[in-house]
């Protein structure tokens, strides 16, 4: 075991000795500047989640109306089709009246006023 570790040591002190960058920084830099970007990292992170937040209150917000819109549609156009149906009876109804009274008008032309011709 002595061995693994003096050839690993005399590896790791080859490599700061020979290395001008590699003492440098030290580890509580090392640490820090990774903490400092995970803290960049994290906070861009909350913004965007609020922002997403306000963009979901809005989609909501959205979403009420037209329902609110989509039941007033239905009671508007609930109404008109009563009304246009109303309508279209009330013109049945009249042309059936006018046809009735045509009929008669031409009974009464062929048959008389009280019909004593045609029995």
């Not at 590896?11 to 995970?38: K, Q």
Request: glycine share 6%; with cysteine; proline share 1%.
């Amino acid at each position: 075991m002595d061995k693994a570790f003096s050839s690993s040591l005399s590896s790791i002190m080859h490599h700061y000795n020979t290395d001008p960058n590699a003492g440098n920084l030290t580890t509580g830099e090392v640490v820090n500047s990774m903490v400092e970007e995970t803290k960049d990292v994290m906070s861009a992170n909350i913004d965007k989640v609020l922002s997403r937040g306000d963009q979901i209150d809005l989609v909501v917000e959205r979403a009420d109306a037209m329902e609110i819109d989509s039941k007033q549609f239905v009671k508007k156009s609930t109404a008109l089709k009563r009304t246009v149906n109303a309508q279209d009876w009330q013109i049945k109804m009249g042309i059936a009246a006018v046809a009735a009274f045509a009929c008669y008008l031409l009974l009464v032309h062929t048959c008389g006023l009280f019909l004593g011709r045609c029995m």
